[in-house]
């Protein structure tokens, strides 16, 4: 097992290159890749660098993994042209139409092989094994969805090794970050600060803008959002990381692990020290603590396994089909509509003919099913005037309830 990792700039091709862990280099043009940051021109320089000094068992990978609609995917064959193939052994892609494209560049250029993104969906065998003989011989490797519990992952890899046996290597991302939602609409410039726009204002195409988000529906926060040329990007709070599962996964069959620190170039990050503090012999050597206490030193944000030991995404649907927060009976009398800490909470009312009165009991449901008291002793208005009585369509604030979160149910307890 090695690993893949991304080259940003050509001072750090030398760390890079005389890594023997290193077995990719992958190069991310700004127009053809989700994260990119290189033009053209620099691809064409930094592929031709390491082509001259790397050693003979890395690759250099062009990575092509954008989702496009018809006129997105005609600008990125004009990109495309401006870059040397010949420079590169492989081109990394995830949508579909890119895939059956650079199968067909594959009969112009030798040298080039592919390897399909499955990171995004494809969860189940027979979809990947179809992938996989829709590419033949010109698909080189496979990168498996990090969404794949460990037993099912095991079971999964023993399958496709028996079948395509050394033909197809396979690659799960070792440590990045968790991409829980994408849009190709601009969802963060609407609502940002004038300082965060006037940061980006001369470049925009070539940076992006970050925000951290909080959830509606949750007590969570600390969700980094980006937002650049490609869409709008939202990220777990935390980090996935399976590096000290080297073992184990090499065992199952997994050929490479990707370092993907691309969020974290230009802070106290250094990914030739990582890579050597990091190496695939002493992550073996180690004992657990060590390893973990080895991430945390050298990784700029909180870690976890994500699905890997467990894939409870269905667990909520219980908690979401709650009867009290789908059925509105004849007591439903409004929605919580905002939520702060120690100061209110602010309520609108939306049964008709109800009227909403000082000294009345609620029952308060939750979108996780809890259930919570309140005794009405005092409302405010938005004119923060203390009100006995709150109509239709009018919004009221109450004293917190600790547990209660945005889109709660309010009834009135009888």
Not at 40 to 50: D, F, K, P, T
Request: hydrophobic content about 40%; glycine content about 4%; some cysteine.
């Amino acid at each position: 097992m090695s690993y893949v990792v991304y080259l940003q700039e050509s001072v750090e091709v030398k760390g890079i290159v005389e890594n023997i862990d290193v077995d990719e280099i992958i190069l991310s043009a700004a127009e053809l890749s989700r994260f990119g940051s290189l033009k053209s021109s620099q691809v064409n320089e930094l592929a031709s660098e390491l082509k001259s000094v790397k050693a003979s068992h890395q690759k250099v990978v062009l990575e092509w993994d954008i989702l496009m609609t018809q006129s997105r995917f005609e600008n990125a064959l004009k990109i495309l042209d401006k870059i040397d193939l010949e420079l590169f052994d492989a081109i990394r892609v995830q949508d579909p139409g890119a895939y059956e494209y650079v199968l067909e560049v594959c009969d112009r250029f030798s040298n080039l092989r592919v390897h399909l993104s499955l990171e995004t969906g494809n969860h189940n065998l027979e979809a990947i094994k179809k992938w996989i003989q829709y590419g033949g011989e010109k698909l080189e490797k496979v990168i498996l969805s990090i969404e794949i519990p460990k037993q099912r992952l095991m079971k999964i890899l023993e399958v496709l090794r028996n079948e395509f046996k050394e033909r197809v290597k396979f690659e799960l991302l070792g440590i990045g970050r968790i991409l829980l939602f994408y849009s190709p609409r601009k969802l963060v410039s609407p609502v940002a600060s004038e300082d965060i726009i006037e940061e980006t204002k001369e470049d925009f195409n070539q940076k992006a803008l970050e925000i951290i988000g909080s959830s509606q529906e949750s007590p969570h926060s600390g969700f980094p959002i980006v937002e650049n040329r490609h869409g709008t990007f939202m990220f777990h709070l935390k980090d996935h990381c399976l590096l000290d599962e080297y073992d184990t996964l090499r065992d199952a069959g997994i050929d490479h692990l990707r370092i993907d620190d691309r969020f974290y170039r230009g802070l106290e990050f250094n990914l030739e020290s990582l890579l050597c503090e990091l190496s695939l012999n002493r992550l073996v050597e180690l004992e657990e603590k060590e390893r973990d206490r080895l991430l945390k030193a050298y990784w700029p944000c909180s870690l976890i396994k994500g699905f890997f030991r467990a894939n409870k995404s269905d667990v909520l649907f219980k908690k979401l089909k709650n009867s009290r927060l789908q059925n509105r009976d004849e007591s439903y009398i409004g929605d919580v509509v905002d939520v702060q800490k120690d100061s209110h909470i602010a309520f609108i009312v939306k049964a008709p003919s109800k009227i909403l009165e000082v000294g009345q009991k609620l029952r308060i449901y939750t979108p996780d099913g809890k259930e919570k008291s309140l005794s009405l002793d005092f409302m405010k208005n938005g004119m923060n005037c203390e009100v006995d009585k709150a109509a239709t369509g009018d919004i009221v604030f109450l004293r917190p309830v600790s547990g209660v979160s945005i889109r709660s149910m309010v009834y009135l307890d009888s």
